[in-house]
């Protein structure tokens, strides 16, 4: 099997960064399908730490990056990443980053009504990172958006726009939130559009010939199954589908070509934003997580709510996701606990379910069924074989492992590149 897709299993910032910078050195190309600049995923290698939103993880080791037509772009924030991370010593240039064409833009309007929406909802809000993600897919899936090839059409430009804002003026008048006008938005998009057309082309057609000439690609996604906009924990949730499946139609390729789906979860759970977390933890444990961790959002500075690994959730991820192994991260924050709780499913109306329902009362209902385990002494911290982990540490991973139904094919054991094991080589199948 030539192909890799990595998805997150849980709520997003499992590491997905750090082990598709791993897994680059494996592949040719590197290709984000779905989400935009919501996604942070940070890569540490030596003295270097780069924070990437859009820009596929694969750059960092000089490949091939292919954002794909499931993305959505803010192509002002797509400039500023490139500018900063060139000011890092990477290499940005239409030869090692291409863009698809049919892809959908983010414009200012929409980061306006996700906050002024966000604002309207009050103790409701969904806690979103505010970049316009969700009113972007709206304009897509309602036919309005503007897309990447538009920047070279003016006159198109011109003409979405006047649809644009019927639309979105309306909404913001009724959020009470100011409105745009038609000239300042084109002028911005007319002043953008010749740093972005260089690296736009049907990608589809690229990726075809990558893959005929046996080219390995590796899909990066960004969020996670539970924040799928089918399958997550809906209506906390992102705006696109973060499955597996969207690897194919997020960038042009048949699914037969996404290969070997693997699921990435920490070795315990952490959230930002609101909506239902069963296994969180406000206690003291909780804290210790989140400190050692240092889990605050690489992309709105929020501290992350911390808890327990949560089996029955990861397990319904790699039903619905359709993943094949699990890369389990972060097994260095346990280090000595003397005991650890993982969920094995709910309780939920007096009955023990090991799925997390649709219904929105019944998820934050949902109160969590503990199998408690022993912790260990000693550290994962820097392993880079089994022999490294303490005997008990395998045992929780290998625990975790028939819970989930799924096995761990790689482990990570701290944020930097090569504190990594490798269990099985996902591009092996
Ligand atoms: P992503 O969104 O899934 O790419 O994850 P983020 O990069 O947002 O968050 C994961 C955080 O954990 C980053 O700060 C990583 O550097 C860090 N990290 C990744 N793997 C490990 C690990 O095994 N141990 C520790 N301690 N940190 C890790
Ligand atoms: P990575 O790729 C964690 C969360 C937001 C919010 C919800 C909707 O780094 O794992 P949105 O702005 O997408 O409309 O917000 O989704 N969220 C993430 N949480 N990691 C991410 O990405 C996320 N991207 C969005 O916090 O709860
Ligand atoms: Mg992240």
């Known amino acids: 099997m030539a192909n890799v897709a990595v998805i997150g299993a849980q709520w997003g910032d499992e590491g997905k960064g750090k082990v598709v910078d791993w897994l680059a050195s494996r592949a040719d190309v590197v290709v984000r399908f779905q989400g935009g600049h919501n996604a942070g995923h940070t890569l540490v290698v030596g ?9 596929p993880s694969g750059l960092v080791r000089g490949k091939l990056g ?61 806690g979103t990172t505010g970049r316009g993600i969700g009113p972007a897919y709206e304009d897509k899936v309602a036919r309005r958006a503007i897309r990447v090839a538009d920047l070279a059409e003016p006159d198109t430009l011109s003409d979405k726009l006047d649809e644009l804002l019927r639309h979105h003026n309306t909404l913001l008048n009724g959020l009470g939130a ?5 000239q300042g938005l084109l002028d911005h998009l007319l002043a953008l559009a010749p740093r972005v057309l260089p690296y736009a082309e049907p990608v589809w057609e690229r990726l075809d010939d990558l893959r005929r000439s046996g080219k390995r690609i590796l899909f990066e996604g960004a969020q996670a199954v539970m924040l799928d ?22 960038t042009g390729v048949g699914p037969s070509a996404v290969g070997f789906v693997l699921g990435i979860a920490k070795a315990y759970s952490t959230r930002v934003g609101s909506g239902p977390f069963p296994t969180e933890l406000h206690d003291a444990t909780g804290k210790l997580l989140g ?11 929020r501290p992350r709510r911390c808890g327990w690994f949560d089996a029955a959730l990861v397990r319904q991820a790699v039903k619905v996701g359709g993943i094949q192994g699990l890369a389990l991260t972060k097994l260095d924050v346990l280090d000595n606990l003397p005991e650890l709780r993982i969920g094995i499913g709910y309780e939920i109306g007096g009955e023990i379910v090991r799925r997390l329902p649709a219904s929105p009362r019944a998820q934050a209902a949902a109160v969590p069924v ?25 045992k929780y991973v290998k625990r975790i492992e028939e819970l989930v139904e799924a096995p761990v094919t790689l482990l990570s054991t701290s944020p930097e590149r090569d504190d990594t094991i490798l269990v099985r080589d996902p591009f092996e199948g």
């Open 178 to 182: 100011p409105t745009f006008e038609k």
């Open 291 to 301: 400190e050692r961790g240092h889990e605050f959002g690489t992309v709105t500075g």
């Open 66 to 126: 292919v954002i794909g037509n499931g993305v959505v772009i803010d192509p002002e924030a797509l400039l500023a990443e490139i500018d900063r991370v060139t000011a890092q010593g990477l290499t940005v240039t239409p030869d090692t980053l291409r863009i698809a064409d049919n892809a959908t833009l983010i414009l200012p309007l929409h980061s306006a009504i996700d906050r002024a929406r966000e604002g309207a909802r009050g103790d409701k809000k969904i």
């Open 229 to 250: 906009i089918d399958h997550g924990t809906y209506p906390f949730v992102t705006s696109s589908n973060t499955v597996a499946g969207t690897a194919a139609s997020g």
């Open 47 to 55: 003295d270097q730490t780069y924070k990437l939103s859009l820009l």
């Open 370 to 394: 503990y199998e408690t385990v022993e912790g260990w002494t000693g550290s994962c911290r820097g392993a880079r074989s089994w022999a490294d982990l303490p005997a008990q540490a395998i």
